[in-house]
């Protein structure tokens, strides 16, 4: 690779190597603030590379790779090389990661206690966690949530947030334009711009948090809450966790602890105010 | 009809763990996590060190439980275990 870069994101340290100048540019800008660790190995190792030399001049398309490869993995314009690097850390992270449980869920936390909210994509899971991580929570990470085996506790991988479509304006209107990458528009996801979390969730990226409450957010719908039994939350949390199946008796054990010691809820919401509000009232409830 | 007898998992094989009305199973042996709901983890419980057959674990049950031993409960236990045992959670004795 000619050109590449280091970043570390929660526990995960990663090398991103591309044919091409732009999307390193475009990744160190994004990652400036976070704490950096040059001396530690690479846990996963994400490749931009062109499909054959000379297309890196006549068109250039990006395609990923890295320690896993993904056959069907979609080569990408290069204007979307920064997707394409995004794509390529969540799939490193989602396929390779064995030391923690992987939750597909965003996280915030305050008082060191967190909040985990799980669901499909177009669940407004992320959007919701952003919109939480500029009031008075801290964001662990809008994408995955990582749950240490033997203590149970939650830890971040505060990447930098993937606003897609809708929740681009909501979120720009809101924050510092040095804090939003640049607007990718027309991508396999729709448009999406790239949020930094703020510098104090940036800063505490490596404190656990006790996870207090299990949220399965649906955007959509009159204002709702559904208290969900343990069991109807394990198999939801199974779905969600691409390790699973891979950490054996150890994900057995972090996931039933999990479920039994944060109780869990489906809320359904018609706009972000509503959301947020739901889960400040859950919040109240758990805590008391 | 013919009752078969079955042999529950080696002692630490399985790892049960209750969650409301659910109960999560794991099977060190296949690494598989099985879901199961009532009579599932009773049936497993009931079950000895021996083989039992359908017809013993439901006099077994109905005294724990107080069900009428008489009745379909043998056919209805006999029903599950041909179940648990295609889980690989029981073996045919």
Known sequence: MRHST????????FRIGSDWREPITALERLYAGYPKDEDRP?????RLFAARPWR???????????????????????????????????????????????LHASAVARDWRAVILSGESGSGKSTLAALLGEGDWRL?????????PASGDALAFPRAVSLKNEAIAE?????????????????????IRHLVPRADAIAAMHEPARPALILFPRFGGEAAIEPMGAGEAFV???????????????GFAALTRLV???????????????GMALVEQLWAEAAR | ????????????????????????????????????????????????????????LARRLAAAFDLDAQGDAAEIVAERLRELAAMGLVAEA
């Open chain 1, 56 to 102: 890196r001049w006549l068109r250039p398309s990006v395609h990923i790779g890295g320690d896993f490869v993904v056959p069907d993995a979609l080569p990408l314009p290069l204007s979307m090389g920064l997707l394409a690097a995004e794509m390529g850390m969540n799939l490193q992270v989602a396929l390779g990661w064995r030391r923690h449980m992987l």
């Open chain 1, 171 to 191: 979120m720009t209107a809101r924050v510092d334009a040095a804090r939003l990458g640049p607007l990718l528009a027309g991508t396999p996801k729709g448009n």
């Open chain 1, 236 to 250: 939801r949390l199974t779905e969600a966790s691409t390790n699973y199946t891979a950490l054996g008796e150890a």
């Open chain 1, 6 to 13: 280091r970043i570390a994101v929660g526990p995960v340290q």
């Open chain 1, 260 to 274: 039994r010691e944060a109780p869990a809820f489906g809320i359904a919401y018609p706009d972000s105010a509503t």
């Open chain 2, 1 to 56: 009809m013919a009752d078969p007898a079955y042999r529950a998992a080696p002692p630490d094989a399985l790892r049960i763990e209750a969650l409301g009305e659910l109960t999560a199973i794991f099977d060190r042996r296949s690494m598989q996590t099985h879901l199961v709901v009532a009579p599932m983890p009773e049936i497993l419980a009931a079950m000895g060190e021996g083989p039992s057959s359908a017809a013993t």
């Open chain 1, 42 to 46: 690479a846990d996963a190792t994400v």
């Open chain 1, 140 to 148: 662990m990470g809008d994408e995955f949530t990582l749950i240490e």
